[in-house]
């Protein structure tokens, strides 16, 4: 039956490259598919601000299957709680409100915006001071590119816009920033008062390894500590804790991805399948004739099955040079 097939389709080459060119563009397009959803399902937010903490402990940021897009701060009394894990050497909690700095009453802005933090966070990027002294009340610290914008050094009143509210604080130190690269400029105040601008939540919290002790080990004596209250990350997903968009990005891609995939298998099936049916259709003469001289209804249907298989992976039915015959083409196939 082989032979048989392989003979036939010299008569319907037009089929079977219809055939061929329908499943190898469709096997192409589920491979992209196929691809864009590894990459969504790998994707991850490299950490930024937080590169200093091996461990970051945040709120879920989804609700069963549904990907928020809100930032889910936590309850700061977690602070404490993930402080006393085995393993840890320090807990830092982080907290991130947009806060505008003025010059000469006009607001700084440039290609990114700046964040209000807590001083005690500034070891998480890490900032070191490179002028004046860390911030007490009424007094904040500027990383080095605000200042130098702003023309601000040690002593200096600046203002400050923070949830639509113009405050006055004296400029107390100026912070370089070491190590990664973080987008946005930052403005740190004292802990406490960055933590009731916040609304007296936080955002996160670093975790910073004592030292020798694991990571993994450190991550999952946290994890055991928090619960359910909150998310541990580690490694590149702790910058879905700076980005929390990030992870509803994600699922979206997947999503996409998944149902492009899908709709188009089905496509290719239903083409392939009308196009065989439509062919066979109009080989209902040729087939009584076979069954005429002898062939038996299984014979039949494997003739068919190799057609559909030889139009699968080669269409050798497609126009020959003219020097080769139709036959010795499927012959070779």
């Keep these: 039956m082989w032979r048989l097939a392989l003979r036939t389709l010299t008569f319907r080459w037009s089929n079977c490259t219809a055939t061929f060119l329908a499943m190898f563009l469709g096997a192409a397009i589920v491979i992209g598919c196929g691809g864009l959803m590894e990459t969504g399902l790998r994707m991850a937010a490299d950490p930024q601000r937080l590169g200093g903490a091996p461990v970051v402990v945040t709120g879920d940021q989804s609700y069963g299957s549904v990907a928020l897009t809100e930032r889910h701060r936590v309850d700061p009394g977690l602070v404490a709680v993930v402080a006393r894990a085995h393993g840890v050497a320090a807990a830092v909690a982080d907290v991130s409100v947009a806060a505008t700095v003025l010059a000469g009453g006009t607001p700084l802005t440039g290609k990114s915006g700046s964040y209000n933090h807590g001083w005690a966070a500034a070891r998480l990027t890490p900032y070191t001071l490179t002028a004046g002294a860390s911030p007490s009340v009424g007094e904040v610290v500027l990383d080095s590119v605000l200042a130098e914008r702003s023309g601000a050094r040690p002593g200096s009143v600046i203002g400050i816009v923070v949830k639509g509210t113009t405050r006055r604080y004296r400029v107390s130190g100026v912070a370089e920033r070491h190590g990664g690269h973080h987008p946005h400029a930052a403005v740190f105040f004292t802990d406490g008062e960055a933590r009731a601008l916040a609304g007296s939540r ?15 080990a450190v991550a999952d004596a946290v994890r055991s500590a928090v619960g359910d209250r909150a998310e541990v990350l580690t490694g590149e997903r702790r910058g879905l804790a700076e980005l929390p968009g990030a992870l509803a990005g994600e699922r979206t891609v997947v999503v996409l991805a998944a149902v492009f995939g899908s709709s188009v298998v089905l496509i290719v099936m239903f083409g392939v399948a009308s196009t065989l049916g439509l062919s066979l259709q109009q080989r209902a003469r040729e087939m009584a004739l076979l069954r005429a ?41």
């Design 202 to 216: 936080i955002d996160s919290i670093g975790v910073v390894a004592a030292p020798g002790a694991s990571v993994a």
């Design 293 to 333: 001289v002898g062939a038996t209804p299984k014979q039949l249907r494997r003739m068919i099955l190799s057609e559909t298989a030889v139009c699968r992976w080669e269409p050798c039915c497609s126009p020959w040079p003219p020097d080769i015959s139709r036959a010795g083409c499927c012959s070779g196939c």
